[in-house]
């Protein structure tokens, strides 16, 4: 990365007159009245004027600052930054797929229909589930989707009921989506193993439970080895297993959920199925359902009748729409490039990977870095920062002297349940060589918390801006950019 | 280092009595736990709780903590220098960085809670 010198805003850069591009001279009469009556917006104040060399280089600039998984590693524990291939991206950019109207007669898009008719068959085949909705936005809007599916059902049989039960190793989100879908969370705690404790979930388990949200595995990246057992418990009381399938890179291909006896999952095509993130997305957070809840998913369903595809709204028990349209189409063809790209076997190999990559940083660390839970984990693993606190230093400074390395820091205090957590996820995307740095830029890091715990203290030496104020990012956000006067 | 005058709960509140009243806040553990707070979601006054019910939300630079009220009352006060001054609960903990006043409903309950020295030997256990 090139070090630049402070880079000011393009607003401060601005000098009146100055234009990107020149327009040729007038050489028409002008004609003032043609916009008379329709509203034309007023000229912006401080609206930067600049010319064309000016915002290639403030731009350029500022993704030079920027890090990115074109850039490297990205080793975001439970949020699987993994990379996004090219052709994805060359699909969903076809003209075909991007000029294709939203509103436009079914007769004239079959062909986007039977696209979105096959990654709903295809996500059924990979989750062992019964039927699929592409409409959610995100991951957390599937959450709400599948927990509103799980209430109209039990509205639907007399009784929403009162409570969702939440292992204290979910995600941070499920306690969100069960509130918001007007339940009340109760927790559930961890076993020593990092599990659902079996005994506690029997314990607290009855018919005013109208689910339990699983994160499978969970977010220390164990898999939840008794989840038939957990499914029997809350359907003998009529409640319903809901699975967070955010860390679904750790089993497609491998295992389901669907023969785990869950009844619904979301899966994030944005993490599993390699199309971007965060910034660079939208999300896409499809929700497959077994059988008995599949009357209640959103309107329009995709049917085909007589080999033509069509849009059903007719399904008076549908909890309606969740999103407009018919959810983020070219991510959709995103992901169903990349599935069809890699084909049963290579899904599996994803996992696998995924899985080895994790063990080998766990293993390459182990001891160095301390882990709470010795249970075997999959695609991600667990370390805190307890051995570098002797040294007086946090997983904050590890996670700000990694920057100084030209990596990403991990996920940090969070799960929960580990102080000072530092959630390594490579996923299955990363070569021997690109682990190697990150295990090496660990080691050194612990090396360095030992001789000279100051040099992490006031990490990072090497960005562009140094150690940045959270508390007061915080408490006194400045959002937008004001003219001084 | 806990003070003696002062209950405690295994989620790391503290409970002052004074009289039929009592003061809540979250323990110097508790704060160091969170690290830099930022927000603190106070409950309205008059608001009845029941014992481990939650009285607001604490929100550091790292997480989003419950706040659980040690005993059942109702709240007569809340410390509104924190909405504006989070960061007293970081600088102290244990007195102008308290929560919310109680008119106790049960004394019986402050049985329930820990003495300091109580406290301090849960924390042991915790460390991990």
Not at chain 1, 134 to 148: K, S
Not at chain 1, 338 to 361: D, F, Q, T, W
Not at chain 1, 412 to 438: C, K, N, Q, Y
Not at chain 2, 52 to 79: F, L, R
Request: charged share 25%; glycine share 8%.
């Amino acid at each position: 990365m090139i070090n630049v010198i402070r880079e000011p805003l393009i607003f401060e850069i601005s000098s009146p007159g100055k234009t990107a591009v020149k327009l040729p001279e007038l050489d028409v009469p002008e004609k003032k009245d043609l916009l008379n009556g329709v509203p034309v917006r007023n000229d912006i104040e401080g609206f930067p004027e600049v010319s064309e060399t000016e915002i290639t280089r403030h731009f350029t600039r500022l993704s030079q600052m920027n890090y990115c998984v074109d850039f490297g590693f990205y080793p975001l524990g439970s949020c699987t930054m993994k990379y996004n291939p090219k052709v994805n991206e060359k699909v969903a950019s076809m003209s075909c797929f991007t000029s294709s109207h939203p509103l436009a007669p079914e007769k004239l898009v079959q062909g986007n229909l039977e696209l979105m008719k096959t990654l709903e068959k295809l996500l059924c085949e990979i989750t062992g589930m019964d039927a699929v909705t592409l409409q959610p936005a995100a991951g957390a809007h599937g959450e709400l989707t599948g927990m509103m599916l799980i209430r109209a059902y039990h509205t639907a049989h007399g009784n929403p009921r009162k409570y969702v039960l939440i292992p204290d190793s979910a995600h941070g989100t499920n306690p969100s989506s069960a509130h918001i879908c007007g339940y009340t969370v109760k927790e559930i705690k961890s076993s020593e193993k990092g599990t659902i404790s079996v005994e506690d979930l029997a314990r607290v388990m009855d018919e005013e439970v109208a689910a339990l949200m699983v994160t499978n595995p969970n977010t220390l990246g164990v898999f939840e080895s008794d989840i038939c057992q957990i499914a029997d418990i809350v359907h003998a009381k009529g409640g319903f297993l809901y699975m967070d399938g955010a860390n679904m890179n750790a089993l497609a291909g491998i295992t389901r959920p669907g023969d785990m006896k869950v009844d619904v999952l979301h899966l994030n095509l944005h993490k599993t199925f390699s199309t971007p993130h965060g910034g660079g997305g939208p999300g896409s957070g499809p929700v497959a359902v077994k059988k008995i809840l599949e009357p209640y998913l959103p309107v329009p369903v995709i049917e085909e009748k007589d080999g033509q595809y069509y849009l059903n709204y007719d399904r008076p028990q549908s909890i309606g729409r969740v999103k407009s349209f018919y959810g983020q189409f070219l991510v959709m063809l995103k992901a169903l490039a990349y599935i069809l790209a890699l084909g049963p076997k290579g899904i599996r190999e994803m996992a696998e990977v995924a899985v080895l990559n994790s063990n080998y940083i766990r293993k390459s660390l182990e001891g160095i870095y301390h882990l709470k839970y010795d249970t075997p984990t999959l695609h991600e693993c667990v370390f805190s920062d307890k051995y570098q606190k002797d040294y007086g230093v946090s997983n904050l400074d590890i996670a700000k002297r990694l920057l100084d390395y030209g990596l990403h820091p991990p996920t940090m205090s969070f799960p929960l349940i580990v102080h000072g957590a530092l959630m390594i996820e490579p996923t299955e995307t990363e070569s021997r060589r690109d682990l190697d740095l990150f295990i090496e830029a660990m080691k050194a890091i612990d090396r360095e918390a030992k001789e000279n715990p100051e040099l992490l203290k006031s990490a990072p030496h090497l960005t562009y801006v140094r150690r940045l104020d959270e508390v007061q990012a915080a408490r006194n956000p400045i959002l937008r950019w004001e003219k001084k006067e | 280092m806990y003070p003696e005058n002062l209950y405690y709960t295994k989620d790391h509140e503290w409970l002052k009595v004074e009289g039929e009243e009592a003061v809540v806040g979250i323990t110097d553990f508790a704060q160091k736990q969170l690290g830099d707070i930022i927000y603190v979601d106070l409950p309205q006054v008059g608001k009845i709780l029941e014992a481990h019910q939650t009285i607001g939300t604490v929100e550091s630079v790292k997480s989003v903590s419950d706040v659980y009220s040690p005993v059942s009352g109702e709240v007569i006060e809340v410390n509104s220098e924190l909405s504006q001054t989070p960061d007293l609960i970081n600088k102290d903990p244990h007195g102008q960085g308290w929560i919310v006043r109680l008119k106790i409903k049960d004394k019986s309950e402050i049985n329930n809670l820990m003495k300091a020295a109580d406290y301090e030997k849960y924390l042991e256990g915790l460390e991990h």
